[in-house]
């Protein structure tokens, strides 16, 4: 977690970690980047690869919990790094992108709230040259 030094973000993506791990996912990244872009966990299990954004805060604001947090720009920026990943790897797994929200409590570093949205977005696929989706495609944002 080179990237992460706020102690509440490290208590948070590890919380993520074993969150992933205890629904059967292997953590095979931890804060991967591209340039400047980047995703907080990557995971794989049999049949997926997943893209996970860490939200951790030490309270909510205005009733609204860390997860949702993550916006349009985020959601973006995640898909691009994730096409990235997966370029690279040359993995074949279908992408699936998380967001995990955290509250930690900031006196005693428990975790007080730990929510876990899986699948939250699809990216829009342009297929490959073979005419099919081989889990390597391009993805690009909508236009509105």
Same mark, same amino acid.
């Given at each position: 977690?080179?990237?992460?030094? &706020? ?8 919380? /993520? *970690? ?10 095979? !990244? ?5 340039? $400047?872009? !980047?995703? &907080?966990?990557? *995971? ?11 939200? *951790? ?9 860390? !997860?949702?947090?993550? @916006?349009? @720009?985020?959601? $973006?920026?995640?898909?691009?790094? *994730?096409? /990235?990943?997966?370029?690279?790897? $040359?993995? @074949?797994?279908?992408?699936?992108? &998380? ?7 900031? !006196? ?13 977005? /699809? ?22």
């Amino acid at each position: 977690m080179a990237f992460v030094t &706020d102690p509440i973000g490290i208590i948070g993506e590890e919380e /993520a *970690a074993k969150v992933l791990k205890k629904k059967g996912f292997k953590i095979l !990244e931890h804060n991967w980047r591209m340039g $400047h872009l !980047e995703v &907080d966990l990557i *995971a794989e299990n049999r049949q997926e690869i997943a893209f996970v954004e860490v939200k *951790a805060r030490t309270t909510e604001f205005g009733n609204i919990r860390p !997860e949702e947090y993550v @916006d349009e @720009d985020k959601k $973006h920026r995640m898909l691009v790094t *994730a096409n /990235a990943y997966m370029k690279k790897t $040359h993995t @074949d797994k279908s992408p699936r992108f &998380d967001i995990i929200g955290i509250l930690v409590n900031p !006196e005693t570093e428990e975790v007080t709230y730990c929510n876990h949205l899986e699948n939250v977005f /699809a990216p829009t696929l342009r297929t490959c040259n073979t005419g099919s989706f081989s889990g390597a495609g391009k993805w690009r944002k909508k236009k509105r």
